[in-house]
């Protein structure tokens, strides 16, 4: 079983940042691949980045690519994401998951375990 508590989350500007952080609990962080996904009001939850168990391996869609940028450490059993150049279309309550194999996939069903969820809110 793994616990997984974002923070992080809050209320930016414009062109602004932020890093959000995914603390897991259990010893077997390191053998999780971990993904983040984001759900905007009225929208479908949406892949934003992942990475494999080693952090060889990293995805992000085209549409977040450059800005989001996924890393892990193992040793504080830790993922998080850097957020840069916000827009208002990245206000979303943002979800770190784990799945439980080594290498990343960016379905969320593929997903085993799921943190709460932090909102990010970018105002204009």
């Known amino acids: 079983q793994v616990q997984l508590v974002e923070s992080g989350g809050g209320l930016v500007q414009v062109g602004g940042s932020l890093r959000l952080s995914c603390s897991a609990s259990?010893?077997?962080?390191?053998?999780?691949?971990m993904g983040w996904f984001r759900q905007a009001p009225g929208k479908d939850r949406e892949f934003v980045a992942g990475i494999s168990w080693n952090a060889i391996n990293r995805y992000s869609p085209d549409s977040v690519k450059g800005r989001l940028t996924i890393s892990r450490d193992n040793a504080k059993n830790t993922v998080y994401l850097q957020m840069n150049s916000l827009s208002p279309e990245d206000t979303a309550v943002y979800y770190c998951?784990?799945?439980?194999?080594?290498?990343?996939?960016?379905?969320?069903?593929?997903?085993?375990?799921w943190g709460q969820g932090t909102q990010v809110t970018v105002s204009s």
């Open positions: 259990g010893r077997t962080f390191s053998c999780y691949a």
């Open positions: 998951a784990a799945r439980s194999a080594r290498y990343v996939r960016i379905r969320e069903d593929e997903y085993d375990y």
